[in-house]
């Protein structure tokens, strides 16, 4: 089952632009927001009757220190008679310029170690170059693009001026870390928490904020060629004003999940300060 990071989890630029995006820095808030998810729908050729878990994500950082990411992503796969349990655990660094980011995801089976991936990706003058340590030692030179907190600040500027849609390009060093998604981004008006909102406990004082509802669709760029034109998968999620995703659907085509907040963990952001970074 392809899992990927909703850091992720949300987020966005043009596909040919290296420059940061022309949009004030939203201020995102640290946190520790945890899902439930479940099986939204299954079709018979997929085989799975059940999903159940838990996702963790942990964001922490500042625009002058950079951004980290903690992120766990664990499911129950009932198929049939038998069922699995997949464990993905991952940790990120994106400095504050979003011009290097360092990766690392473990994926578990029934607690087995299945796969590792380790690297560090650098945006130049050409595009991106990722070097990979694990699972082989190798360099990739991939096209264009922005790194996930980059692309969750594009994002949340884009919907404070009422855009509605727009494409971008995306890197999160997920799957093999080989390859650039481009994304096609529907943001939807600004709307208010329904009193009967069952994600609203969760929320506490956030309960009275607004939120962009989000869709987004991923295509792999290495497919291009072969006129594919459906997407690898689709998340549509609420988009809070500080960086908070919640109300999760995962669409994979053949099945789909729902991540619905449960806790939520505010942390002390960073104190202002000027940036020396360059």
Known sequence: MRVKRLAFCAVLVSSTALAAPAFAVPILQA????????????????????????????FNGSPCDGYTVNFR????????????VSDQQTTTYEDAKGKTFSFVTKSFIDQALDKEVKGTATRTDKGVEVDLDKPDKKVVQLAPTQFPTQHLEELIGRAEKGEHFY???LFDGSEDADRVMTTSIVVGNKAEVDKDDPELPALAK????????????????????SGE???QYRISFKLHENGLTRDLTMDYGEFSMTGKLVNLA???????KACNNK
């Not at 018979?44 to 009757?49: A, K, L, P």
């Not at 939120?211 to 291009?224: E, G, N």
């Open 31 to 58: 946190h520790r927001a945890v899902y439930d998810l479940s099986l939204d729908k299954a079709s018979d050729r997929s085989g799975i009757t059940g999903i159940t878990g838990r996702m963790v994500y942990e």
């Open 73 to 84: 992503f664990v499911t129950q796969i009932a198929t049939g008679d038998s069922s699995r």
């Open 167 to 169: 494409e971008t390009n």
């Open 206 to 225: 956030l309960g009275k904020d607004k939120y962009w509802p989000v869709d987004i669709a991923y295509f792999d760029l290495s497919q291009k060629e």
């Open 229 to 231: 034109e459906v997407p």
């Open 266 to 272: 505010l942390f002390d952001n960073a104190p202002k």
